[in-house]
């Protein structure tokens, strides 16, 4: 439970007011938050100590996941860490990429398009996310090739090794003196031809390195054969055997299995892969991601990363985690949420909206049962029987036409039979339209994107294509003939919020920072005729000029967002946004 010291503390501060959340309280005490200076906390100057992890057998093993919980139980020891994603694919970022390719896009505060790993290191550690902290192959070898083409390499032969790998160890090396750890994942598997530069250059990292500075952390597969009743090491050995052809000696080895590995198949491993037998870390299925930090911890994994490094710690401070886990094991009620998208045939691509949602049913105490539900089920039908029978509906972002017809539908049951809804990016605009068309009388109202899809004029365009907006100090200008990587509205804008507005009550002040990814907005221009019908403009860009958040002020809890708040929410700090979601979905359980 939360620590009593620290929660009596808060309350003497507070008046002696209990907070809604004192699980947010507890976590700004206990979870780090980055530093402005390269100091460490007791005054002397640091360097980062490196570690790299890397993955064996087969992919989805849970490399991003046990990256994060290391960091996690580092920090929890005092220590300031900083996660980072290497990926070998050849594309620039993952910006262009099918979520069916990769899963969701998480997007930074400074507006890097990154692969959703990155979104578990920021909900476990509580560390914004930076580009530097992730790269491709392909924003290497673009690089790489733009420095060739202005002769920065004086005429030489341009070879893999060493320009790209000394590409490779210069972005590893960012910010190396503001931490006390830099943790380093290697996408993909070992044995992939792509991946064979960046293991290159880490090997060569660790060896420009003073001895003792770097070590290398293998996650790999023990599978259980049920035919003869047995776990078999020999993939993890032939995986350490492959790695170690390459010139790095795992120090660490992480062992997923379905089965617990008795004590001589730990010892087997150890000695066939030249690695200690407490360094041989097992890990197991667990029954929600947020137990990770705790369940490495027993097995003594920070333990034996700190061992290889040849420093003694204390105990770490898990006191958040074990709260976490217990409004996770333990809730005292469930609400029932749909989620009305259109890539719901992978989770993955909404990943970070089902972690957030996640985070407001353990703010709330309560289990948030999701349902993905394609929007395109019901755009020839009523949508009632589908969605009925749920507390609570989400329209989450997405791209293209395809499906839009549904998300409306979803928000005008929504609206119509007031259950609370939540429309992010995409979610937001079809709530718009759905308003322009039903409340406002705007009969053919729609969004510019699908003109440009069709390559006609069909709607009255109450979203358009954004063609400059301000980033600070400096214009930006976009046109639709542009190339689609990174050309978007990208990373962290402020907005005001509208004094008495719901969306004040809920962000509890007057203006807000969040990430925004995408190219068309709600045109400022229909605000009048909107807002008459009942659909209030309450959030706005600083200047006026773009609209952020809409919300009906009569509604039990309507309210879409342009931006997309589920890239902030943590287990321990859930977004205000998913917390108050989930606590109107609550109380229309209550009404049912």
């Keep these: 439970m939360i620590g009593p010291a620290i929660y009596s503390n808060f309350l003497a501060s507070s008046g002696g007011r209990a907070p809604a959340n004192p699980l947010r309280v507890v976590s700004r005490g206990l979870c780090q938050r980055q530093p402005d200076t390269a100091r460490h906390p007791r005054g002397y100057s640091v360097m980062a100590r490196f570690v790299f992890i890397t993955g064996g057998v087969v992919s989805s093993l849970g490399k991003g996941l046990a990256s994060a919980a290391l960091g996690a139980l580092l920090q929890a020891r005092g220590h300031r860490v900083r996660l980072r994603k290497l990926d070998p694919y050849l594309n620039v970022d ?77 972005f590893i090396a960012i910010g190396e003196d503001e931490v006390d750890f830099m943790l380093c994942e290697i996408g993909g598997t070992i044995g992939d031809i792509e991946g064979l530069p960046f293991l290159e250059a880490i090997r060569q990292f660790a060896q420009d390195k003073p001895r003792g500075d770097c070590i290398f952390m293998h996650l790999t597969l023990i599978p259980y054969l049920a035919a003869s009743g047995e776990l078999k090491t020999k993939p993890t050995q032939h995986s350490v055997k492959e790695l170690r052809a390459i010139g790095i000696a795992p120090d660490v080895l992480v062992c997923r299995a379905e089965q617990i590995i008795p004590d001589d198949q730990i010892e087997k491993i150890a000695l066939h892969c030249n690695v200690r037998p407490d360094r041989v870390i097992p890990a197991y299925d667990m029954p929600s991601i947020y137990n990770a930090p705790l369940a490495y911890h027993d097995v003594g994994l920070d333990r034996a990363v700190l061992d290889a490094f040849g420093m003694q710690d204390g105990h770490p401070d898990l006191r958040i985690w074990r709260e976490v886990a217990d409004r996770v094991e333990h809730p005292e009620g469930e609400v029932r949420v749909a989620v009305v998208g259109k890539y719901t045939q992978l989770e993955d691509a909404y990943k970070s909206i089902r972690e957030a949602l996640t985070h407001g049913g353990i703010a709330n105490r309560v289990r948030v049962n999701v349902e993905w539900v394609d929007s395109e089920t019901f755009e020839e039908q009523d949508p009632a029987p589908h969605l009925e029978r749920f507390d609570a509906i989400l329209v989450p972002g997405g791209f293209g036409e395809r499906g839009t017809t549904g998300m409306m539908k979803a928000a005008r049951f929504a609206r119509e039979r007031e259950v609370p809804y939540l429309g992010i990016c995409l979610g937001m605009q079809m709530a718009v339209v759905d308003a322009a068309r039903h409340l406002a009388g705007i009969a053919d109202a729609g969004s510019e994107e699908f003109d440009h899809e069709a390559g006609k004029r069909r709607f009255e365009p109450v979203i358009y294509h954004m063609k400059e907006w301000s980033e600070g100090n400096r ?97 321990f700090d859930a977004h205000p946004l998913f917390e108050g979601f989930i606590r109107a979905a609550v109380d229309q359980s209550r009404l049912v």
């Design 94 to 170: 993952p910006g262009t990429m099918s979520p069916y390719e990769h899963g969701e896009v998480f997007v930074t505060d400074d507006g890097a398009e990154t692969d959703l790993d990155l979104g578990h290191y920021e909900r476990f550690t509580g560390v914004a996310a930076r580009k530097t902290d992730s790269v491709s192959s392909g924003r290497i070898y673009s690089t790489v090739l733009e420095r060739e083409r202005r002769g920065d390499y004086l005429g030489k032969t341009i070879q893999v090794i060493p320009h790209v790998t000394n590409e490779i160890k210069d």
């Design 475 to 571: 214009t930006i200008q976009r046109s639709a003939d542009d190339d689609k990587g990174g050309t978007m509205r990208l990373g962290a804008y402020d907005a005001t919020l509208k004094a008495g507005s719901r969306i004040e009550e809920i962000y509890g002040t007057p203006s807000i920072s969040e990430r925004h990814r995408h190219r068309y907005e709600v045109d400022i221009t229909y605000r009048e005729k909107l807002e008459a019908a009942g659909l209030v403009f309450s959030a706005m860009s600083p200047d006026g000029k773009l609209p952020e958040i809409v919300e009906i002020p009569d509604h039990p809890w309507f309210i879409g967002v342009q931006f997309h708040p589920e890239l902030k929410s943590k287990p």
